[in-house]
Each structure stands twice: as C-alpha cells, then as structure tokens.
C-alpha cells in the first residue's frame, strides 16, 4: 500500500512509539501523531516531546483537550440509556474510541493525508471500533494496523524492539513494564501480567483511583446529584461543567472506594478476555440516573429502555457509535429524558453508592395514590375486575388442559 501522509493515533506509550517508528520505516512518508486528552489523568507533554525525538515536526503534532467533548458528547448519552455491557461495564474504553476516531479523521482531512493508523492489537475490539468509526466518517481512507502486519507479535518483541531504537519505555514501580491500561476522565483498564490467569488476585498497587474498599473511611460520604433532561448537572448544589462534574464525583467515589470491576467478558472479535476496571465518578452517575428516572419514567417507557439497553451497548461495545441503528435508538433513549430532572442523594461508603433519597418537580410519585392510610382517589375494588380481566387466558388454557 502506498501512502504519502497518516496521523496516527498516538499516545506516546510503548505500542504507539514503537508503531511510529514501524511507519517510518516502512512506509517512508509522513506522520502526523494526534493525542487525545481525554482526562487519562497524564501529563501529554512527554507524547509530544517523545514525538519528537522520534522525528516528528513539530507542526506535525496534534495534542488536543477533548475532556468536555468526551463527557458531554460521548459519555452522558450513554448514561442516559443506563448502559451496561454484559450487565456489568460501563463501557469507559469503548465510549472513547469513537471520538478519538472523529477527530484522527478531522486532522486527516484537515492536513490532506490519505491515511491513518492505530495501535490496537489484531486480537482486541478496539481496532474494529476505531476502524468502523474511520469507514463511517470518510469511505476513502487508508487504514493501517500495524499488529496485523508486522512480526512483532508479542509485549516481549516490542521491548526488545524499543531498545534497539534507543525508544524510552516506562517502568513500573517494580522497575517492569506496566500493565497494558487505557485510560480516560471515565475509567481505567488493567489488562496482561499477573491478570492473563482469571484466577490471580490483582495487586492492590496495581489500583490508581480507588482506595481498597476496606481503607476507605470509616464514616459514609452523602453526595447530592442533580439532573437536568437525563444528564447531571450539579454535585451538592454546585454547577459543573461536563468533565468538571465527572472529575468531581471520580474524587469522591474514589476517595470511598467505589467503582472496581472484576471482569471477564466477551470480545466481539470471539474470545474471552480477562480485565480489572475502575470507574468511580461513573458508578455513581449509574445509580443515580437510575433512581432519577424511577420517580419521573412512565413504567412503559422505563421497561422499553430496559429492553433496549443490552441492544444499545452492544452496539457501543462493537464499534458502531456511528451506525444508523445506534443513532436511532439514542434517538428513543433521548426522547424519555425530557422529564428526567431532579436531585439523587447518594450514601457513599466502603465500596457502596446507595440510594438514600431522590426527589424532582415531574415526580409521578404520588402520596395519595400509594399510601397505606385511608385515601379518597383510589377504589380498591377496582383491582377486582383488573385481575380477572388478566386472569382469562389462564382459566382458558387450565381448562383445555384438563379436557
């Protein structure tokens, strides 16, 4: 394949260091490197000075704040449809990828290259999602995969790789190369070493945004949230910004320990893989919208919702944000946020975020209609006939069975 310029996805670590150099060598053209800063909660000027020392120009590197981008665009439609993959994820690696895609296209465009490049792995999902993303946005472009190409096929080859180009690699606090992680304002991902056995216990050092559960404070934390159509807003009744509000609420989920997963799931690719993620401030925008939308969501409309968020995170998980079926459905999700406003007040301790108050002006909570105590709006006896009515079916069908 013939290429004359690419931007390349690159985040200055181990994998994308050692692709810039691959492209260098066997391409022979001209590389643009784009860094998102997505809140990974890193300093990026090292990206752009290792760039350099790997001979990039400097007009040539693009390092972008897309922190509020991400969590308003990305992150809070997500939530608003309760997303969880395999009922457990919160999808913080998958929600990103997009985005980076969108403006790794917007740079190709914007300085005429005919071609971009990722460092995701031939065995992983993010290269369908950054791919799909690529085809979605422009058609034309020129896709490559390094890990699909080169001989290169394992972490040990890269390092040895990197030494003998003189490429920096960073170490671990046991002098190692750390574990393969992604991170952004959302979450952090732990894969490879000691985890590849689904078996072993992570190190407790391993973890860099939560506190283990059973070193957080011994007094729970309460924290107000509160939402506007579907998406937060405040926290303890002060307005945040997007990536301020999720900054804030990673601070205090991490602060008590909550937000850890332990997960083996299904890669869209076929296999299985094993993961350790932290995702604090989005557990608790979790259990919150949840609670919001059980005092304003009609009952239909809620288990609708239900019923398609499996569908829906899927869909994100794969690599299909751009997809016409995602935007229609976003399109539904969207529509039963117009009166998801109210405040959610969270007990925070030890690992658990609990519901412990929630209360909003388009309440269909009514006092009169559920109460215990005498009323004067609802006849009991109604219920009678109601359950007859839903009886019919199976008195038919018990006295077929017994003909």
């Known amino acids: 394949m013939s290429v004359k ?30 860094t998102a800063d997505l809140g990974q909660g890193e300093e990026l000027e090292p990206a752009r000075k290792k760039a350099e020392l790997l001979g990039v120009k400097p007009e ?19 939530f608003r449809a309760n997303t969880l993959y395999e009922g457990v994820y919160l999808l913080g690696t998958s929600i990103a990828r997009p985005l980076i ?8 465009k914007a300085v005429g290259a005919d071609a971009v490049a990722h460092g995701a792995t031939g065995k992983g999902n993010d290269q369908v999602r950054f791919e799909l993303g690529y085809y979605a946005l422009k058609p034309d472009i020129k896709v490559i995969a390094p890990w699909r190409e080169w001989t290169l096929n394992s972490r ?20 190692e190369a750390p574990y393969s992680t992604d991170a952004n304002l959302l979450h952090i991902s732990y894969e490879g070493k000691a985890l590849e056995n689904p078996w072993e216990e992570p190190d407790e050092d391993m973890y860099t945004r939560t506190v283990a559960p059973e070193k957080a404070p011994d007094t729970p934390t309460y924290v107000e949230i509160e939402f506007e159509g579907g998406d937060p807003v405040a926290v303890d009744g002060q307005k945040l910004g997007p990536a301020a509000l999720l900054t804030r609420l990673n601070e205090l989920a991490g602060a008590n320990g909550i937000g850890r997963l332990d997960l083996v799931e299904n890669r869209y690719v076929g296999m299985k893989s094993r ?22 969501l009609d009952r239909g409309a809620m288990h609708l919702k239900d019923e398609i968020m499996p569908r829906y995170a899927e869909l994100i ?23 998801v406003t109210g405040v959610v007040r969270l007990k925070l301790y030890k690992g658990s975020a609990r519901v412990v108050g929630r209360q909003s002006p388009n309440s269909l909570y009514r006092l009169d209609y559920v109460t215990f105590e005498a009323d004067s709006v609802y ?16 008195r038919l069908g018990a006295m077929a069975g017994k003909q």
């Open 379 to 394: 006849n009991q006896k109604d219920a009678e006939g109601f359950i007859k009515l839903n009886a019919l079916r199976l």
């Open 156 to 175: 040990t080859a890269l390092l040895e790789f990197a030494e003998k180009h003189q490429i920096p690699i960073a170490k671990d606090k046991r002098g």
């Open 317 to 339: 998980y794969n690599g299909f944000w751009f997809s016409p079926e995602r935007e229609a459905l976003q399109a539904l999700i969207d529509n039963t946020q117009k009166r």
């Open 5 to 34: 310029k690419v931007v390349l996805a690159y985040s200055g670590g181990l994998d994308t260091s050692v692709i810039l150099k691959y492209l260098q060598e066997t391409y022979k053209c001209e590389i643009v490197t784009f």
């Open 275 to 296: 993961g350790v993620y932290e995702t604090p401030g989005g557990t608790l925008l979790s259990v919150a919208h949840r609670a919001i939308e059980s005092l304003t």
């Open 101 to 108: 895609a969108k403006r790794q296209i917007e740079i190709a």
């Open 60 to 78: 040539n590197i693009y390092i972008d704040d897309l922190r509020d981008e991400f969590v308003r665009d990305f992150v809070f439609p997500m």
